[in-house]
């Protein structure tokens, strides 16, 4: 059975506006905190990973399509998929959620590239970043998303 990765949180005081509203900048930060989650518990992977094996891993572009306002100390649910592209780029889709009430708040996308640590781009994907994600297929506990290739 597949599944979607799921990352809960609550947002701090310091993420939102005068009136306890997260600002939508803020969106980002619990986006990249899911994804660096997800990272961790589906392939066994930490940023720290990356800068050992000589590898960064950019943002190249990101959307948010924003909903209904997350305000402060809000339950939040965060469901996390990627899509593998065939140049060696990922496409992460979230759909953050009011815990308490499904009221969903956003849904966003985010796409990453890996580069060398001398600026190069990577065309393939790295070998050790395949043997993570074999891992993960054998479990088999998370979907993964094959549907956009190509782009």
Known sequence: MTQIFVFKTTPRFSDTDAYGIVHH???YKILEEARINFAKSVLD???KNFDELGYQFPVIKSECNYKIP???E???RIEV???IEKAAKLNFFYKIYND???QIHADA???HVFVEQDGKLCLIYPEWFISKLRLALDKQEYQFDYSKKGS
């Open 74 to 76: 809000d339950n939040l």
């Open 100 to 102: 308490t009430t499904n």
């Open 81 to 83: 998929k990627f899509s």
């Open 70 to 72: 997350i305000f402060y």
């Open 109 to 111: 996308k985010t796409s």
């Open 25 to 27: 900048s803020n969106y």
């Open 45 to 47: 992977l930490s940023m």
